[in-house]
């Protein structure tokens, strides 16, 4: 199983960008394709963006399309998602995952074998 750790999380004024990084470890990594998500108090968990490894064809929710930006540094086993005028609805903890299923990314997300990370917290305020 695979190990997600996220960074780069913290309070940002509205407008302002903020870069996320997730390293992942174990000796799986290279069968599992990358994501983000995010969850703020009192919703549920939302989709923003997912990748493979090679950096090609990424898949992004129309909520951020445009806005944010994920990308891979593979020797480096590293995902980032790069945000751009972030909004304080983007308030949220966001999460690494994991899933060797690319088309779980397609539906109504619900994984049995997920790997998440631990969480980091973008705060978008004055």
């Known amino acids: 199983q695979v190990q997600l750790a996220e960074s780069g999380g913290g309070v940002v004024q509205p407008g302002g960008s903020l870069r996320l990084s997730c390293v992942a470890s174990?000796?799986?990594?290279?069968?599992?394709?990358m994501a983000w998500f995010r969850q703020a108090p009192g919703k549920g968990r939302e989709f923003l963006a997912a990748?493979?490894?090679?950096?090609?064809?990424?898949l992004y929710a129309d909520s951020v399309k445009g806005r944010f930006t994920i990308s891979t540094d593979t020797p480096r086993n590293t995902v980032n998602l790069q945000m751009n005028n972030l909004k304080p609805d983007d308030t949220a903890v966001y999460y690494c995952?994991?899933?060797?299923?690319?088309?779980?990314?397609?539906?109504?997300?619900?994984?049995?074998?997920?790997?998440w990370g631990q969480g980091t917290q973008v705060t978008v305020s004055l």
């Open positions: 990748i493979s490894w090679s950096g090609g064809s990424p």
């Open positions: 174990g000796r799986t990594v290279s069968t599992y394709h």
């Open positions: 995952n994991g899933d060797q299923n690319w088309a779980n990314y397609y539906v109504d997300y619900a994984s049995d074998s997920a790997v």
